[in-house]
């Protein structure tokens, strides 16, 4: 008898997707799609771009006091949303 070499699905896709240099981008749409769920509806009606470039995820906020508050907890948002992509892909937010 032989032995199988049985894999889960999901560490293929992501294999194949890190080989293909795909996998970064996928996380940080993951992430970005998150917003809404980990800084609450009230927040992303305030919200009008993100984006990602260097580690850093950029948002556009338009009430300047939210905008003040956010920064305040900046930290425990990095933390968060990290942890809804279960991967490193921020470090820092900077609120505009």
């Keep these: ?31 970005i799609d998150s917003w809404a769920e980990v800084a609450g509806n009230m ?4 919200t009008q771009d993100l984006k990602i470039r260097n580690q850093t995820l950029y948002v556009h906020i338009n009430n300047p006091a939210l905008r003040a508050n956010l920064s305040m907890m900046r930290g425990e948002l990095v933390k968060k949303l990290n942890e809804q992509v279960s991967s490193q892909v921020i470090a820092d937010i900077r609120f505009c």
């Design 1 to 31: 008898m032989f032995k199988r070499d049985v894999q889960q699905i999901k560490d293929l896709i992501m294999r194949n997707l890190r080989a293909q240099g795909l996998e970064t981008p996928l996380l940080q749409k993951r992430l």
């Design 43 to 46: 927040v992303a009606e305030h």
